[in-house]
């Protein structure tokens, strides 16, 4: 079955430093990939989407990448701040169009 | 946009007792997924449904749970009777396509006693 890992469960980092999570991924090659944000007591908000055929996406402070051999993809937050302290879940389509979730990374941006 | 609407918000339940979750998904969204969430075992999907057909229901624990979309503007999640084990956030969110990004309700965070 598809297996999806997130590197670590808490990351911890500077304000204004780079914070970059890993999502590996298992016994499927996905189509696309996700990216969420989640606040606690509140549901997953989408932030990027990235296609196999697609190495890198930007969004303002946010980039993804996607390496299809490696079956790994890399998000990065620049000049990270406090506000971008939340859990992080990368998500991979299944075979019959579901969505399947990574358990997320809880990151936490210190003043 | 009101977005995805669940409810309630919070249920408390003894054990046995019936639970039914709702939600409403953002209009003109052709696909509905209902998702269970746990420390242990992060975001899991249960089922989805694409224009009120369930379409993958592998993800439904046992037969304690069950899952209905009688138009397309709600859809239920059912479990009776229920158990310790099931207490956890529920979530449903909706989209406009399978490669489209879901948009998720705020959740049913369910306790049983």
């Known amino acids: 079955s598809q297996k999806i890992e997130q590197n670590s469960e808490a990351l911890n980092i500077q304000e204004g430093k780079t914070a970059t999570l890993t999502c590996n991924y298992t016994n499927y090659s996905p189509a696309y990939l996700q990216w969420y944000r989640q606040d606690p007591g509140r549901g997953p908000v989408f932030l990027l989407l990235i296609r196999e055929n697609e190495k890198e996406k930007r969004k303002e402070r946010l980039k993804v990448t996607f390496d299809t051999t490696l079956k790994q993809s890399l998000f990065h937050i620049t000049a990270s701040q406090p506000a971008d302290s939340a859990t992080y879940l990368c998500a991979l389509v299944g075979g019959a169009n579901n969505l399947f979730f990574g358990t997320g990374t809880r990151l936490t941006v210190i003043p | 946009d009101a977005g995805v609407i669940q409810s309630p918000r919070h249920e408390v339940t003894e054990m046995g007792q019936e639970v039914t979750l709702r939600c409403k998904p953002i209009s003109g969204h052709d696909y509905l997924f209902w998702y269970r969430q746990t420390m242990m075992r992060g975001l899991e999907l249960l089922i989805y449904?694409?224009?009120?057909?369930?379409?993958?229901d592998s993800g439904m624990p046992e037969d304690r749970f069950s899952a209905k979309m009688p138009n397309a503007s709600f859809s239920t999640l059912k479990i009776q009777p229920s158990e310790p084990r099931d207490s956890a956030v529920y979530f449903c969110a909706s989209t406009v396509g399978p490669s489209s990004p879901l948009h998720f309700g705020n959740g049913t965070r369910l306790t049983v006693t």
């Open positions: 449904f694409n224009n009120n057909v369930p379409i993958d």
